[in-house]
């Protein structure tokens, strides 16, 4: 065969060569192909490290303003001048309404008269009880003396009763002559006795059965006599008992508060009353820089109050900050008081809070001074929890926002607990009416174990990542137990340690010492 080759011309040489060395390679890359050993599969990792980890809360919510003043007008007063309309700005100071009160006034006089009637009779009823008080001791000594005094007729009686029994003569039993009771009962109507007073001594002396004597007339008169004198005894201390029951009926304390709670109701009627009057008289005001978002009246005609809904209005609803925002608020809507209703709301810039509903497993976790961010229009802020509810709160209707947040995981559930997070220096981004976005930090941690939020997988109750086995190049599948997470790392409690390489957004078909390798940045 190589003198055949040598024979060959060096064209022929040369192609032969050429085809053998395509043969050989290919054989080369069949066997390879076959034999290689497999690419392990790349995956982005990450060390465990200690650091810090926030557990935060994120809701949604609407801005309000923190300080809403409500200027109050009363029915009948007209509006000589309105000098802003809904959406105005107004500075503190700056003219808002001047108004003719005289279409008012006679409101003012009747709350006068019913909260003077009304002291009135609390005042009577406490001089009633302090007489009350001195004619009880006095009704219960007089009862106290007649009771002695009928416990000594009873002995006198007893005494007599037994020396005729002691006589030996025959002994038979009599009751006392009608003559006899009839004409002491006319005595003691002529005296002036109560009909109830008589009655009670007829009663009494017609029930007395005496013993007399064949021999001893004398002193069966001497019985007779002292048991007229006992029944009499008996009626007048029936009598002092009666009144002392009606003495006791009118020291009635629950009474007297009652009263009392009535006078002071009507004082705060007319104080009210009269505060919204000098206000109307004197001219409304601007108390801070902010916008006017609610105007009810109109000049030159009278006012007709709006039933309000007295929990629209917070601690500074009606007159902002002044003494009588109390008085105030439990007048607004109320039968009695209808005359009264907002007439301007002006809504502070200065004072802005994102009002969130929480869930009650949340709620427990949040005390007011702690810190929040608010987002709102792609800008951020921060905030401070200034109000946190002691209970959740009823809606009524459909609360889209509600119900969205709770499919997506949110706290804010129908039902949930309001909470207020005020806005630290607001500016134009901060829109009352708008939505924004509150995160809440519940609970921070130091210097602990933590692993990014994607190398943490969950199957059958337990969690577990993948541990990177750098020496191998191979993986272990461990189960781990974790603390609070936040956005981006879980807190690790026990299952890997400081330095462990894990394997990020692993497949969770992975098994213990597959092959794999470290995705390069």
Not at 80 to 107: M, P, R, W
Request: charged letters at 25%.
């Amino acid at each position: 065969m190589l003198k055949a080759f040598k024979k060959k011309s060096v064209k022929s040489k040369i192609a032969i060569i050429a085809i053998a060395v395509l043969i050989l390679a290919l054989v080369i890359y069949v066997l390879y192909s076959q034999f290689k050993p497999e690419k392990p599969v790349e995956y982005e990792m990450a060390s465990v490290e200690k650091g810090a980890i926030t557990d935060s809360l994120d809701v949604s919510g609407t801005v309000k303003s923190g300080y809403s003043h409500n200027f109050v007008a009363i029915d009948g007063v007209v509006a000589e001048a309105v000098k802003v309309s809904v959406g105005d700005e107004v500075k503190k100071g700056d003219l808002i309404a001047t108004f003719n009160v005289s279409g008012a006034s006679q409101h003012l006089v009747n709350a006068k008269k019913d909260y003077d009637s009304a002291l009135k009779d609390y005042n009577d009823a406490v001089l009633m009880t302090k007489n009350a008080s001195a004619n009880k001791a006095k009704n219960e000594k007089a009862i106290k003396d007649k009771k002695a005094e009928i416990t000594a007729k009873e002995k006198e009686i007893a005494a007599l009763e037994n020396q005729i029994k002691a006589a030996g003569s025959a002994i038979t039993e009599k009751s006392i002559p009608k003559e006899k009771i009839d004409a002491l009962a006319e005595q003691l109507r002529e005296g002036g006795a109560t009909e109830a007073k008589i009655n009670e001594f007829i009663a009494s002396a017609s029930a007395i059965k005496i013993p007399v004597s064949d021999n001893n007339n004398a002193d069966y008169q001497a019985v007779v006599k002292k048991n007229l004198e006992l029944s009499q005894l008996n009626a007048e201390l029936t009598a002092l008992q009666a009144e002392g029951a009606v003495t006791i009926s009118t020291d009635n304390e629950t009474i007297i508060d009652a009263l009392k709670n009535v006078a002071d109701s009507k004082k705060k009627t007319y104080e009210g009353i009269k505060s919204v009057y000098d206000e109307l008289k004197n001219g409304w005001y601007a108390d801070k820089d902010g916008i006017i978002t609610k105007v009810n009246i109109k000049p030159g005609e009278a006012f007709v109050p709006v039933k309000e809904n007295t929990d629209t209005y917070g601690l500074s609803s009606l007159f902002g900050n002044t003494q009588y925002s109390g008085i105030l608020s439990s007048l607004i809507g109320s039968d009695e008081n209808s005359q009264i209703g907002t007439g301007i709301t002006l809504d502070s810039y200065d004072d802005l809070i994102v009002s969130v509903s929480v869930g009650k497993a949340d709620l427990v976790k949040i005390n007011t001074g702690m810190a929040a961010s608010v987002t709102s229009l792609d800008q951020n802020y921060e905030g401070e929890i200034t109000y946190v509810a002691a209970s959740a709160a009823e809606q009524s209707g459909l609360d889209i926002s509600s119900i969205t947040g709770s499919l997506l995981g949110g706290s804010g559930a129908s039902g949930g607990a309001p909470v207020e997070v005020k806005i630290k220096n607001p500016d134009k981004n901060v829109v009352i009416g708008f939505d924004a976005d509150v995160k809440i930090a519940l609970q921070e941690v130091n210097d602990v174990l933590k692993v990014p939020v994607e190398a943490v997988l969950y199957d059958s109750g337990s969690y577990y990542v993948y541990i990177y086995d750098s020496k191998n190049g191979t993986v272990k599948k461990q189960a781990i137990t974790h603390g609070i997470l936040d956005d981006t790392h879980y807190q690790i409690l026990s299952g890997v340690n400081e330095g462990d390489m894990v394997i990020k957004s692993p497949d969770p078909a992975l098994e213990d010492g597959t092959k794999v390798a470290q995705k390069k940045a």
